[in-house]
Nanobody, 117 residues
């Protein structure tokens, strides 16, 4: 069973930075896509950033040029570096890992990010 553990969330002021991490455990052989989603109260969960096994990244417009996603396959870890945070970035952030050919689709427990003065 694949399990994901997230960390790094917290309370920051506008313009501040946070670095989220998500580490997978278990006998995972390969991980295809690693991604970060976020969900604000009363809103649908939405994709923030993703990175393929080849290192190709995808960002939604609302985080582009402020967030950076990276991964280390040996450590089975994905990070999300968040800079220049805005109040509208406030949400619960979830990591998502997918295996090749749908072998698995796992979600982290979520970590709260609050941006407020």
């Amino acid at each position: 069973q694949v399990q994901l553990v997230e960390s790094g969330g917290g309370l920051v002021q506008p313009g501040g930075s946070l670095r989220l991490s998500c580490e997978a455990s278990g006998g995972i052989i390969r991980i295809s896509t690693m991604a970060w989603y976020r969900q604000a109260p009363g809103k649908q969960r939405e994709l923030a950033a993703a990175i393929t096994s080849d290192g190709v990244t995808t960002y939604t417009d609302f985080v582009k040029d402020r967030f950076t996603v990276s991964r280390d396959n040996a450590k089975k870890t994905v990070w999300l570096q968040m800079n220049s945070l805005k109040p509208e970035d406030t949400a619960v952030y979830y990591c998502n890992l997918r295996g090749p050919l749908g072998k698995f689709n796992s979600w982290g427990q979520g970590t709260q990010v609050t941006v407020s003065s």
